[in-house]
């Protein structure tokens, strides 16, 4: 969960979590009372340290096996002994040492508790624990049933949170941070099936073993988020190299891209499609770094000579956007973001629905700020003229649609300019 916004309804939301939890929590220890304090000992400290490794998701939050581990020591031991070493997970030093809000403490624990509390009220009420045979059809199908219960309330609950946090649609939030998991989960589940099998077997020794495959593939997913973040900020570096080129298109690359989010928001793209167009749009520039400072950085108007090196940036951006796996499906929108409505765009002259939405997308929001930034030939636009200007080229230029949106969050957010 983020920290952006602490309004009144995600505090009320937070605090409601947390005591719902919380009560929870009690009627487990009260209602039964079988609690393994070896059980609870190994399992909590496995939680513990599952929960202080876990893995940044896509946009928000973490992702770990702290969950399976909770829901392993309740096939073996029970609710009480489940929920409390649940508890063991919530203490996560490493918010503690980035000194995170107190409020996401109180979530991070009310939505744990409550996850595996109704996962283990659940499970108790259907498992049946008189069956010998440890792979019953039903009792197996119970322990899907009671752990996707777990993980539907887990990954909603937080959705919601960083839905309200961050003012975005609920359910485009889930599907993008979430939906993905849904396979991964059925992996788990077989996991934390083999793990109390072993352990009802051959007794804790076999936990080591048999949790290992469990903190690979976090420790696999944590790596390739990592790598990925680690490319973007690489090439986000060259990003800023351009713009140190030419001071007069400094922070070119960061608007267009606000600008390409907003406009994405507005036409209620799912987060994969806004996440990959914010990337798509820091880059649309990065063909520039081939051409020469004596161009870039020209005081007057371009020759012919001079627009022909400028026309190739699109191609070369594609070349080397194409090349990075997770944009390489949607790089064709810097290949097109000087392409036009018309048809009288570069470098292939397509036109209308030939061009691909992103790059509409960009081509609208590079041209609004190219017309409110000063440069060596120009003055900047105005709001009201920048307005004009869309709609003198809407249905030309650019889509009609896209830049009536774009108007729309220009006069949104500068009223008193328009």
């Not at 939680?47 to 969950?67: K, Q």
């Not at 009480?80 to 203490?91: E, G, H, K, M, R």
């Not at 520039?285 to 020759?303: A, H, R, T, W």
Request: proline share 4%; net charge positive; charged share 20%.
């Amino acid at each position: 969960m983020v920290e952006k916004n602490s309004s009144p309804v995600l505090k009320i939301y937070i605090y409601f979590i947390f005591i719902t939890g919380l009560s929870i929590f009690v009627y487990i220890l009260l209602k039964y009372r079988d609690i393994s304090l070896i059980g609870m000992a190994l399992f909590g400290a496995l939680a513990f340290m599952a929960d202080n490794l876990s893995s940044p998701l896509p946009r928000t939050g973490s992702v770990a096996v702290n969950f399976e581990i909770s829901f392993a020591s309740l096939i073996l031991f029970g609710p009480s002994t489940a929920i409390l070493v649940t508890a063991f997970s919530i203490f996560n030093i490493k918010e503690f040492v980035k000194k995170v809000p107190h409020y996401k403490h109180l979530f991070n624990a009310g939505q744990y508790l409550i996850s595996i509390g109704a996962a283990s009220i659940v499970f108790e009420n259907t498992y049946n624990r008189a069956v010998l045979n440890f792979f019953n059809p039903a009792n197996i199908g119970f322990i899907f049933l009671a752990a996707y219960i777990g993980f539907f309330l887990n990954t909603l609950l937080t959705a919601e949170a960083i839905s309200i946090s961050e003012n975005k649609n609920f359910i485009n939030m889930w599907i993008y941070n979430y939906a993905w998991l849904i396979p991964f989960k059925l992996f788990l589940i077989v996991m934390t099936i083999a793990v109390t099998f072993l352990y009802k077997l051959y007794g804790l020794f076999t936990i080591i073993f048999t949790l290992l495959p469990l903190i690979i593939a976090q420790y696999a997913y944590m790596l390739r988020v990592k790598e990925r973040k680690t490319l973007l900020n690489s090439i986000k570096q060259i990003v800023k190299i351009i713009d140190a080129k030419d001071p007069y298109t400094a922070g070119h690359s960061v608007r267009v891209a606000e600008y390409a989010e907003k406009i994405a928001r507005k036409l209620r793209l799912n987060e994969f499609d806004v996440d990959i167009l914010i990337n798509i749009a820091n880059l649309h520039d990065i063909g520039k770094v081939q051409i020469d400072l004596s161009i870039l950085n020209k005081p007057g108007k371009y020759d012919d000579a001079d627009w022909m090196e400028m026309k190739k940036h699109p191609e070369v951006g594609y070349e080397i956007v194409k090349e990075i796996v997770f944009l390489k499906n949607s790089a064709n929108a810097i290949l097109y973001h000087h392409e036009k409505i018309d048809g009288s765009g570069y470098p292939s002259g397509i036109e209308g629905d030939k061009i691909p939405l992103f790059a509409k997308i960009l081509t609208v929001a590079d041209a609004y700020d190219a017309m409110t930034s000063n440069r060596p030939y120009k003055t900047a636009l105005t709001q009201k003229k920048a307005i004009k200007e869309l709609e003198r080229c809407s249905g030309k230029d650019f889509d009609k649609k896209i830049s009536k949106i774009m108007i729309d969050i220009i006069k949104e957010e500068n009223p008193s300019e328009c």
